[in-house]
């Protein structure tokens, strides 16, 4: 399960050159989760790829309904107190804070484009990039002594002649 930023939401629903990758994410973990308020903000993006254009009304509608019936179910609210908190603390926005709040709440991933809120939250907000990376694996590797010691010679010094 991961917190999914809209941007993913977008990124997703909307072709264009990220679209592949945030499906990736889908296909990797397809339970996301969102605070209610990627409804507007998600709506705004499609407003404003209406206004310049690039979509056409009946399109920006038939994304709308496609987004909320794929994520209306996975809306979880977080407590607004905790949210603001988090904006005042972080100085990030009231937005943002609501999907770092849930992402802390449930302890799960934020899979995010928002350079800021990856580097404010390094281990909670994630590039798609780096979530589709697969697990690090750490392997400490001993330090081996010299050859003739692993044979049980003794190492020879050399010694200054007078």
Request: aromatic share 8%; charged share 25%; net charge positive.
């Amino acid at each position: 399960m991961i917190v999914s930023d809209n941007n993913i939401v977008a990124y997703l629903m909307i072709d264009g050159e990220r679209t592949a990758e945030a499906r990736a994410v889908r296909a990797k973990d397809p339970d996301w989760i969102l605070p209610p308020l990627w409804r507007y903000e998600f709506q705004n993006v499609l407003v404003t790829y209406g206004k310049r254009g690039k979509l056409s009304r009946d399109r920006c509608r038939m994304l709308w309904e496609e987004a909320l019936s794929t994520f209306s179910v996975n809306e979880e609210t977080v407590p607004a107190s905790y949210a603001l908190d988090l904006a005042l603390t972080n100085e990030i926005s009231a937005y943002d804070a609501h999907y770092i709040a849930l992402a802390t709440i449930r302890q799960i991933p934020l899979i995010t484009e928002d350079r800021e809120l990856q580097r404010k939250f390094p281990t909670i907000a994630l590039s798609m990039n780096r979530f589709l990376q697969p697990p690090e694996t750490s392997m400490v590797m001993e330090r081996k002594a010299p050859y003739r010691r692993r044979r049980g010679e003794k190492t020879v010094t050399s010694t200054p002649v007078s």
